[in-house]
């Protein structure tokens, strides 16, 4: 089964069409990596690919701009911790 980690890069590679390397905290923005439309279907994805619902204030760009965050973000609406790929872990 795959990570969400995993989830998350393959629907950037897949839908996007982006092939080069994903950081988890590389902000995908400032980076052009995802443009302000893909975030808001990104989010959308997201609902539904890990059945959870954002609420208004968690629709900001502190959430949604990096792999991480979005992870983070997923995590807090699912009640869970969900941690970046082996290696990747930073104390925060």
Known sequence: MASEFEILSTYIREEIGYQGPLDPDVDLLEAKILDSFNIVEM????????????????LVRANLATLANMLALIGRCKGIAIGQPAGMQKNR
Request: aromatic fraction near 18%; avoid cysteine.
């Open 43 to 58: 989010a959308m994805f997201m609902q539904q690919r890990f059945d959870v619902t954002f609420e208004a204030e968690d």
